[in-house]
């Protein structure tokens, strides 16, 4: 089982930018691939970013080319470093890892972005 806890949300303004972190407890950190999602008001949860285990990475449409995810396995993190920010980026962010047999999701960080 792998324990997740994002950090580093806040509120920012238009056109700023923010870094989350997602550190992971437990084993085999490297083993799993790793996701932000994202959950607005009245909204579905949207997948943001992911990166696979061998480190190739998917992004919604709507933050290609202002947001990165990394990870880095020595320190069992995931990061998505968030640039150019929109009110419309505005919700909870969720870290997720899955790989066969389990899916784990921390408690989400608020990214609040005034306009």
């Known amino acids: 089982q792998v324990q997740l806890m994002e950090s580093g949300g806040g509120l920012v303004q238009a056109g700023g930018s923010l870094r989350l972190s997602c550190e992971a407890s437990?084993?085999?950190?490297?083993?799993?691939?790793m996701g932000w999602y994202r959950q607005a008001p009245g909204k579905q949860r949207e997948l943001v970013a992911q990166?696979?285990?061998?480190?190739?990475?998917t992004y919604a449409d709507s933050v290609k080319g202002r947001f990165t995810i990394s990870r880095d396995n020595a320190k069992n993190r995931v990061y998505l470093q968030m640039n150019s920010l929109k009110p419309e980026d505005t919700a909870v962010y969720y870290c997720?890892?899955?790989?066969?047999?389990?899916?784990?999701w921390g408690q989400g960080t608020q990214v609040t972005v005034s306009s």
């Open positions: 997720r890892g899955w790989r066969p047999g389990t899916d784990n």
């Open positions: 437990g084993s085999s950190f490297s083993a799993n691939d």
């Open positions: 990166i696979r285990r061998f480190g190739s990475t």
